[in-house]
């Protein structure tokens, strides 16, 4: 039996997620039964209540469990709760503990949250059971949470510099844990994981303009400026303190480095930060409340025609639809036919469920060339699976070069 903890949180959530799709039965750890609803409704995953800071929770959630993901929150507690699990893990004969780690755990780490994560991995080494470390570079949903604000301001302010930074797509880390969780020769081993390329902020706002479609300029701020927005954002001094150890090094490019790990254990490339603003960027409006209704005066590029397809998704996205999304997306990127020649958004509406996946394509020529491919019409097909049919796909039927979208 595999144990999941963090079941409820961002990387936890996502690995039951997949662990489920692919048919394995699993148990999930969670503090709170409230919580719990969502994951049990999943096949194959049960719900067992436990919380890490208090031992005498886990025997139960542990028994018969042989291997286990680690994961809690970056606070305070980090260390002691997972060492907590660690030691009740140990005793309770699981054999292999897969950590969820950052990307540059040390013990002399100026960054606290570093510090407790090399110690727990010494702490994990230690216990005789087998391990492996995932050490994740900077989620990309980091970005994406304050989406709304970003775009209201037109403005990106990061304690950044010109730095660079190799984030992940969280669906890519769980992949990497659902892989290591599931098969042998991965004991031991210590898993650096980023996306495929280092971002300065510079490029991280141009590309969240291209997704949002609304101009968004970075500006560096200095550090003392960024904690006391921070505080005055209601941030938890010992958080903003921890932020502020974080961004010091960040700017000295510590996060910079791109792992080839993801691709050597997933047999493909990692997601993209423009791939993973194509489907969050939309999510993130939608949970906000605050997304701007298209503007087709906006979406508008010289010269180009239009596709849309518009969908309304009726139980969210599978993996299979999500992969088949991604990998259209990757080949408008990637293809050296399509490549600069086809500019592609996905948006939410603001009121009603509708979803909108805009293309602009340079010619007639690269339309059909993209029609023609095969993975535009398993795109087209999961579309329309994942929509149960409510899909209005003009799926790249031109409609005209400035005809507005609210008439399509
Ligand atoms: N942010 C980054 O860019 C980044 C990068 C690399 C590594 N990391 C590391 O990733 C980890 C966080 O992962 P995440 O973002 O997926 O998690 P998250 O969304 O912050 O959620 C934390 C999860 O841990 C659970 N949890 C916390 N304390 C617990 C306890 N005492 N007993 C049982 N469950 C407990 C929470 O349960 P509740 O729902 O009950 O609170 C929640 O499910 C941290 O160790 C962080 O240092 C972060």
Redesign the pocket.
Known sequence: MILV??????????LIRQLSARGIALRA????VA?AAELSSLPGVGVVI?????PETLPAALRDVDRAML?????P??LE??S??IAAAAKAGVKHVVK????MPDLDSPFR?AR??GEIEKRLEASGMAYTHL?????MP?YFRQVPSIVAKGLLFLPMENAKIA??D?GDIAEVAATVLTSSGHEGKIYPLTGPEALSMVQVAEKLSAATGNSIRYVNVPPDDAKKAQLSADVPPYLADALAELFAERRKGKEAQVSPIVQTLLGRRPTSFDEFAAFATPRSFAANNRRREPDPRRTLEQNMKYFLIRYRLKDGLDEQRRREMLSFISALNDEPALSGRISYRCMKTREGPDYYHLAAAADDQTVQDLQSREFFTRYTEQTDLAADGEVEVLPLEIIAETKPLAHA
């Not at 903890?5 to 996502?14: Q, S």
């Open positions: 903890t963090g079941a409820t949180g961002l990387n936890g959530r996502e750890l969670v503090r709170s919580k436990g919380d890490m800071a208090r994961i809690s929150s970056s606070d507690a980090m709760v997972q907590n699990f969820l780690s950052g990307i949250f407790m994560h050490r994740a570079g900077e989620f980091a984030s992940i969280v």
